[in-house]
Structure formats: structure tokens, C-alpha cells
């Protein structure tokens, strides 16, 4: 039996509370780990007892099977009079975030990083006239203090700041999950560490359950040697350096700014995951995969390390790959799942 999906809207004002539902001819969602993720809905331009959508004051949430699978605000809305159809665009609630700033110094010392994401979500949302959604109820921890401060004159996004912060050696991902509490939608910050994956028994073979794949070996960012840039001008520029010993590969060298990390020890943590991810040539893969078979959709999720195996002519993948996005599209009553896998070594820590 095929999905059923509903979209329905909100205000940023008051985002749980449902005012419509959409008519929808089709849709596409996203989710990401440690990103943004987007969706589109397509509905009449006209039709009866259509809401009013307005772009940037409007909440979207999307369910697949009476669970929720996506929410975030309406940035833009398109429509084609002509066609009599019209396209509503939304971006998580991360998205949201990246739309804001510190502007009241934030310092942590010596605080767990989990603490201190928290503490920056926390901040946001105790803003006045914030949309207050993401909550911050978790209480594991890392086993890795950082102290770090964010000066209310450099007006650092928060979004970004929270990329950021999880973007480091041993580090920590984070995803924006979707539940119902009684008829109400929460948007929970859930935070994992370290920043490796999931590991997974799960198997996706291009014989089995991946009706079609594309792929890529991609060695334009490799570095053997990398140099994370941080505070300072001139010789007294902070300078950290993370080398891979023993490689394969030619001496080839990348430079990356983080202008605003005074700290030697945390710089370092950046410069190390900058070389784990560019120390060897990534092999990425999108696949698109089968609804209806094992491992059935909502048992596996974004930051899962798997098996993904699929042998034709001169490609030859067998091995252990991170899902990094899923992508579901519904139209003519058919749901088509797109799966991006990137290789589990190039989320190791150095």
C-alpha cells in the first residue's frame, strides 16, 4: 500500500498549532545530518478552500503516515497562473537558525560541547519574538570540554556556529527530530557523539533493494596536509597543522580559515577533521532505494553507517558507507527515496 502524506501549515507565532492542510499533487522532502534540509509542495494555484500561504511567516509540516517527517518555515512560494499550479518551498528549522545572530556574548568554560550547542539554541530561543520550536531537553554528554566564546561584535550566525562546533575531531552530530505529543509537534536538538556514525547491520545492494545508482571518486579537495587558519594578523596569526603520515598520495596542501578560534588546542581539533575528510579521494554515492523491501523506510535514518554493495563493469563497491541525506518524493500516488552515501573512513577521527 502506497504512503500517505499530509501537508499541513502554521504561524511562526504559533507553530504547533495546525491551520490548513494543503492540497498537495506532489512533494519532496529532505532530511540531512548535521545540515539543513528543505522540502517543496506542489498544490493548485486554485482550488477549494485553499489557504493562504505567506512566505517567511508560515510553518510547514510534513507527515508520512501519520508521523512527521519534516518541519520548518515557508521561505518562498512560486506560482504559474497559467498552469493553475503553484509551488510552496520550505527550509528546516535549522534553517531558521541560520537566519539568526549572537548578539549578546555567549562564554562557556571548560563546558562539555553538547552543553555548549545547547547553550547557543538556548540563547536563540530566548530572544524576544523568536520562534521558539527546538527544544533542548537532552542531557548526554561527550567527554569533551571545550571553553569558547562567542563576542556579541562579531555577530556570529547560529546556525553556523552550531556546524561549527560539531565540525571538529571528535566532534558531535546533530539532527532536528520530529515527533507528536499528544496532537502537538516537537522539534527535539538530539546530539550523538563522536561525529562517526551509527553503525548499522543494514545492507543496500544494487541487485537487491537500489533500483538505480550514480557515483562519484572525487579527489579535487584532497590534502595531505592541512592548515586551519584562526585569530591573529601576521606573524601572529594562530596557525594549526594536521599531516597524514605515511600516504599514498603526493604532498598536497589546503588552507582553511576559522578567523574567529583563538584557542590552539580547539583550532587543532579543526584542522584534524579538515584532513579526515580530504586525506584520501571520496567515493560518494546516490542511490535510489526500494520502498517496499528490507530495510524498509524509517528503519534506517540519516548518519547510519551501512553495507552497500554494487558491482557493474568497472564499478566495484563493497564496503561500509555513511547515509549523509535522504531525499523522499511523492507524486502520482509513487514514492521515490534517494539515499546520498559518503565512505565511513572519511568520518574517522585522526
Known amino acids: 500500500m502506497p504512503a500517505q502524506f499530509r501537508a499541513l501549515i502554521a504561524t511562526v507565532t504559533a507553530p504547533t498549532v495546525f491551520l490548513a492542510e494543503l492540497p498537495i499533487t506532489g512533494l519532496q522532502y529532505q532530511t540531512a545530518i548535521s545540515a539543513p534540509a528543505t522540502a517543496t509542495v506542489e ?29 520548518g518555515v515557508i521561505w518562498a512560494v512560486a506560482g504559474d497562473a497559467g498552469q493553475n499550479t503553484a509551488t510552496v518551498s520550505a527550509g528546516d528549522f535549522l534553517t531558521y537558525l541560520q537566519r539568526r ?7 562557556f568554560t571548560n563546558a ?20 521558539n520550536i527546538i527544544g533542548t531537553a537532552g542531557t548526554n554528554t561527550s567527554g569533551v570540554n571545550i571553553s569558547r566564546t562567542f563576542p556579541s561584535w562579531e555577530r556570529k550566525n547560529v546556525g553556523a556556529a552550531l556546524e561549527q562546533l560539531a565540525d571538529v575531531n571528535n566532534g558531535f552530530d546533530f539532527v532536528l527530530e520530529l515527533t507528536y505529543q499528544g496532537n502537538t509537534p516537537t522539534v527535539e536538538l538530539v546530539l550523538t557523539s563522536p561525529n562517526t556514525g ?16 550514480s557515483f562519484t571518486a572525487d579527489a579535487t579537495q584532497l590534502a595531505t596536509q592541512v592548515d586551519a587558519l584562526g585569530s591573529g594578523e601576521g606573524p601572529d596569526k594562530l596557525v594549526a597543522t594536521a599531516t597524514q603520515a605515511s600516504s599514498a598520495y603526493a604532498l598536497t596542501q589546503s588552507t582553511i580559515a576559522f578567523s574567529d578560534i583563538a584557542g ?3 583550532l587543532g581539533t579543526h584542522a584534524d577533521r579538515q584532513l579526515a575528510l580530504r586525506r584520501a579521494p571520496i567515493t560518494a554515492v546516490s542511490a535510489v532505494i526500494r520502498p517496499d523491501v528490507d530495510p524498509l523506510p524509517g528503519t534506517y535514518a540519516v ?3 551501512v553495507e552497500l554493495r554494487a558491482k557493474r563493469g568497472i564499478l566495484d563497491i563493497a564496503g561500509d558507507f555513511r547515509i549523509t541525506t535522504l531525499s523522499t518524493a511523492f507524486a502520482n500516488n509513487q514514492e521515490r527515496i534517494t539515499a546520498t552515501f559518503a565512505e565511513a573512513a572519511a568520518f574517522g577521527t585522526i
Open 43 to 71: 498544490m493548485p494555484l486554485e482550488a477549494p478552500g485553499a489557504p493562504t500561504i505567506a512566505a517567511g511567516s508560515t510553518v510547514l509540516w510534513i507527515e508520512r503516515n501519520d508521523a512527521l517527517v519534516f518541519g
Open 101 to 107: 545572530t549572537i548578539r549578546a556574548t555567549q562564554t
Open 112 to 131: 562539555d560541547q553538547l552543553d555548549v550547542a545547547r547553550g547557543i539554541v538556548d540563547y536563540a530561543n530566548a530572544v524576544p519574538d523568536a520562534l
Open 198 to 213: 551509527n553503525p548499522t547491520d543494514h545492507v543496500f545492494d544494487l541487485q537487491a533493494n537500489i533500483e538505480t545508482l
Open 264 to 266: 590552539a588546542t580547539l
Open 303 to 305: 548518519g547510519d553507517i
